[in-house]
């Protein structure tokens, strides 16, 4: 029979649904980042329960996929050294003149518009290791950045 008079489902013509990608690199998280992928976990989970449509229940499982993942590779950052950048850390910065206090976090936390930066963010990696007082290079210009404060983010 030709193709022409086959009835084709409403199945074949949809987009393929894929995994939500991971980021690359380890799943380093800041105790207050652990809280929010179970908070998300059990958000999910209740919204799987409450939704009695198919598909939008199996975008939330695919979400959901997503979420335990993450929960399950999560590692507690390291503690902080006194004075020194790490993941966990309220960072105050000069930088092109301008003073600006940044928080170094994991990747499902990360908020930029609120100066929540991931540990693998270009300027955040750029701080990591870096102590108080010291000047580091930055986007290919040698001692860019001033850090004047280094402290836990407060919880």
Not at 21 to 47: S, Y
Not at 81 to 96: D, F, H, K, P, T
């Amino acid at each position: 029979m030709s193709v022409a008079f086959r009835r084709e489902s409403d199945e074949e013509h949809k987009e393929p649904k894929f995994e939500i990608p991971l980021p690359a690199g380890p799943n380093l998280v800041t105790a207050r980042g652990l809280a929010l992928i179970e908070a998300k976990v059990a958000e999910l989970e209740a919204a799987i329960a409450a939704e009695a449509e198919e598909e939008p229940r199996e975008a939330l499982r695919r979400e959901l996929r997503y979420w335990n993942t993450r929960r399950t590779t999560a590692e507690i950052a390291p503690p902080l050294e006194q004075g020194v950048v790490g993941i966990g850390a309220r960072v105050r910065i000069r930088l092109a003149g301008k003073e600006r206090v940044i928080d170094l976090v994991g990747h499902d936390e990360a908020d930029p518009h609120a100066d929540r930066l991931a540990f693998s963010a270009p300027l955040a990696h750029a701080l990591l290791g870096a102590e108080e007082g010291e000047r580091v290079d930055f986007n290919g210009r040698a001692e860019a950045i001033e850090i004047l404060e280094v402290s836990a983010i407060p919880t």
